[in-house]
T-cell receptor
Framework: SAVISQKPSRDICQRGTSLTIQCQVD?????MFWYRQQPGQSLTLIAT?????????ESGFVIDKFPISRPNLTFSTLTVSNMSPEDSSIYLC??????????????FGPGTRLTVL | RKEVEQDPGPFNVPEGATVAFNCTYS??????FFWYRQDCRKEPKLLMS???SGNEDGRFTAQLNRASQYISLLIRDSKLSDSATYLC?????????????FGTGTRLKVLA
């Protein structure tokens, strides 16, 4: 299994500001995922963060709005830039148990609950 | 059409009841299938993977029908602690990129 921590656990921010969310894993993993879960909705993949290369963003998400860093195999950050109330959401990072193959369990961090005023 | 579709519920059932959830997926090339459980204000956690031949884990049975592109989850003898949102997750490739796609979730409330 993997133990994942996220910081901050929650924050309330003013519109127009930026927030950086940290994700720390207790083991080295190749792939890390960042998801958004808006109120009452399911998880939407924002991007895949690979160590040593640029993140791969899903349709509807861009690097300028959600820059991601992946400096090593145990850590990643997601920044929510120039926030608006529509960015209010839970942001979760996750890692697959084994990189790449099928039947891989995903482990999730506890999430960061963001409220933008 | 959504890539993974679930009935959002809620399913309100009495303790001891049997309840079944279905999930359909659109990508016939999908490789792996899972049921996750998410409690209120918590992160999702794996309930069980779904294998082609179907599989059982205690009171939970998962089935996969590739021809019809649906997955099911059966919960027998429901407990109050089973109350949660159940997420259907499909792993496969879209345009060459592998990723997990989450359904919207089905809410279950088990009533005393």
């Amino acid at each position: 299994s993997a133990v994942i921590s996220q910081k901050p656990s929650r924050d309330i921010c003013q519109r127009g500001t930026s927030l950086t969310i940290q994700c720390q894993v207790d083991s080295q993993v190749t792939m890390m995922f960042w998801y958004r879960q808006q109120p009452g909705q399911s998880l939407t993949l924002i991007a895949t963060a690979n160590q040593g290369s640029e993140a791969t963003y899903e349709s509807g998400f861009v690097i300028d709005k959600f820059p991601i860093s992946r400096p090593n195999l145990t850590f990643s950050t997601l920044t929510v830039s120039n926030m608006s109330p529509e960015d209010s959401s839970i942001y979760l990072c996750s890692v697959p148990l084994l990189a790449g193959g099928p039947y891989n369990e995903q482990f999730f961090g506890p999430g960061t609950r963001l409220t933008v005023l | 059409r959504k890539e993974v579709e679930q009935d959002p519920g809620p399913f309100n059932v009495p303790e001891g009841a049997t309840v079944a959830f279905n999930c359909t997926y659109s990508n016939s090339a999908s490789q792996s299938f899972f049921w996750y459980r998410q409690d209120c204000r918590k992160e999702p956690k794996l309930l069980m993977s779904v294998y082609s031949s179907g599989n059982e884990d205690g009171r939970f049975t998962a089935q996969l029908n590739r021809a019809s592109q649906y997955i099911s989850l059966l919960i027998r003898d429901s407990k109050l602690s089973d109350s949660a949102t159940y997420l259907c997750v499909v792993y496969g490739t879209t345009s060459g990129t592998y990723k997990y796609i989450f359904g919207t979730g089905t809410r279950l409330k088990v009533l005393a």
